[in-house]
Nanobody, 131 residues
């Protein structure tokens, strides 16, 4: 069955870096839009970044970032490993949250969206930024 497994979270000091991984199984991730979301205690879930499905479309592998992470986070995919990454640099205490990856096949050949209802979700990984 389709499964997403996040890893790479942890405790890091402000200004530090982490790389989150989202390993997909049971499906070919390149044909899906993949997004990263986060949810901090007491706050609503927030879309962080997404990468569009691959292939020959105009939007192949196009990316979107929330304003709060633009210039600090980078999303990428490794098709050979069926994995999507989120490189997080210059981390701030306000980046502390549980980070989830999500996949959606309904966005095939379309530009990914952070406000879309993604159909498949991982279990999340905790990121804590604190001195």
């Amino acid at each position: 069955q389709l499964q997403l497994v996040e890893s790479g979270g942890g405790l890091v000091q402000p200004g530090g870096s982490l790389r989150l991984s989202c390993a997909a199984s049971g499906f070919t991730a390149t044909y899906y839009a993949i997004a990263w979301f986060r949810q901090a205690p007491g706050k609503e879930r927030e879309g962080v970044s997404c990468i569009s499905s691959g292939g020959g479309s105009t939007y192949a592998d196009s990316v979107i970032y929330a304003d709060s992470v633009k210039g600090r986070f980078t999303i990428s995919r490794d098709n050979a490993k069926n994995t999507v990454y989120l490189q997080m640099n210059s981390l701030k205490p306000e980046d502390t949250a549980i980070y989830y990856c999500a996949a959606e096949g309904g966005l095939l050949f379309r530009l990914c969206e952070l406000n879309y209802e993604y159909g498949y979700w991982g279990q999340g990984t905790q990121v804590t930024v604190s001195s």
